[in-house]
């Protein structure tokens, strides 16, 4: 409809009909009515030309609109008035007046016009005889309200179109903004997945090794050269640990093998913090939990790795139990030591403790740290068998490594 061609088109085949029907006396006139009718239909393609078509596809100003409907009111009234024929330009005129008018405002007062002058020229032509009277309001009051609804229809159309374009273009728009938000939040869980990774994989192995280092140093100043070269043995082991889990943090390799190998993972662990602790450390794992999935064996693994690097850093526990039972759909996981234990309400929890919380939250867990001074310290992990609480790979499983 706003396309000029088919408005070039359309003019020029109704402009020409209309002189063929009067040339070829389809329509019979007198010379002098023809030769005006002729004009009126020149007229008409002239101010087609030269005012409506510059404006086509875009809101006319009110001054270029005014004119248009002054130079279509004269042409339609000398034309209807000089054939009745040339009625028919108001096909052209009606719509044209809405697309240059562009609100429902403009068009219903530019129907308005167009029917206004219509019915002059037919009361003009008939001399203003009841006949020509009753013709022209027929004629013209038909024309006007069809006219008018079909614009005020399309109209809503357009405008529908318009809004509905509008609302895409919001749409897109904070879709792309999700998206941005969605990239920003993956890229801070991934940093926090990497500090955990860091944390409880090179960290622990880093503490450890500062621990051994420390021992054999004081072995060695003190003559206990075997003892020192125990300990030496061990850091040795460590270090290799370390680095082949520096290696698979890196290459993003599996935590845990698919096969049951939770038990046999937690009692590496021990071992390593036997050495470190020389604490007495108790490994049993029941064959539900050896059943579970994989991310969740990554987290009681993991649990059970920061667990066991509290006791040797601060609990100076002679006894430790590592017990992981299933029973009604729920894994848990207790680590209990004899050391001086702590009170948990007055100590401010460190990355440790916060990053098991935040794993075991993850998982869709519960996490709990029963301690007082003196009375040593019992660390409770609960995991759902199977179900929604699965942790997400990409938090959990897909950079960790088997100590």
């Known amino acids: 409809m706003l396309q000029k061609r088919w408005w070039d088109v359309a003019v020029v085949a109704g402009c020409a009909a209309t002189a063929a029907a009067i040339a070829f006396g389809l329509v019979p006139v007198e010379a002098v009515e023809g030769a005006v009718a002729y004009g009126a239909i020149l007229a008409f393609a002239l101010t087609y030309l030269v005012i409506a078509r510059p404006t086509i596809g875009r809101a006319a100003s009110p001054a270029r609109f005014a004119v248009f409907l002054a130079a279509v009111a004269v042409v339609l009234v000398i034309g209807t008035a000089a054939s009745g024929f040339l009625a028919i330009l108001q096909a052209l005129a009606y719509p044209m007046t809405w697309v240059l008018g562009d609100t429902r405002r403009r068009g219903v007062i530019g129907s308005g016009v167009i029917a206004v002058s219509v019915l002059a020229g037919y009361m003009i032509g008939g001399g203003f005889t009841v006949g020509a009277t009753l013709a022209g309001l027929a004629t013209t009051g ?68 500062v621990i051994l280092a420390e021992r054999a140093g004081r072995q060695s100043r003190e003559g206990e050269s075997d003892a020192a070269g125990d300990t030496i043995a061990t850091v040795e082991q460590v270090a290799r640990e370390a680095l082949a889990e520096a290696r698979a943090l890196v290459a993003r390799t599996a935590a845990v093998p698919d096969e049951a190998a939770l038990g046999a993972a937690i009692e590496r662990l021990a071992e390593r913090f036997r050495a ?91 996490f709990e740290v029963d301690s007082a001074p003196g009375a040593g310290t019992t660390v409770r992990v609960r995991l759902p068998l199977d179900g929604p609480g699965a942790p997400r790979p990409a938090a959990d499983s897909r950079s960790e490594v088997a100590p």
């Open 142 to 209: 038909f024309s006007f309200v069809f006219a008018t609804a079909l614009g005020l229809w399309i109209t809503g159309i357009a405008e529908a179109g318009e809004e509905r374009g509008r609302l895409l273009d919001e749409l897109t728009a904070a879709q792309s903004e999700v998206r941005a938000l969605s990239r920003e939040r993956g890229a801070s869980e991934e940093r926090e997945r990497l500090a955990r990774d860091i944390h409880d994989t090179l960290a622990q192995s880093l503490t450890g090794l």
């Open 276 to 366: 470190q602790a020389g604490a007495a450390i108790a490994v049993s794992v029941d064959a539900a939990a050896e059943a579970m999935d994989r991310d969740r064996q990554v987290v009681l693994l993991r649990c059970a790795q920061e667990g066991l690097s509290n006791v040797a850093r601060h609990a100076q526990a002679e006894s430790v139990t590592v017990a992981v039972r299933g029973g009604e759909g729920v894994v848990t996981l207790e680590i209990t030591d004899d050391g001086r234990g702590f009170a948990p309400a007055a100590t401010g929890a460190g990355f440790g403790i916060d990053g098991m919380g935040d794993r075991v939250a993850l998982a869709g867990g519960t």
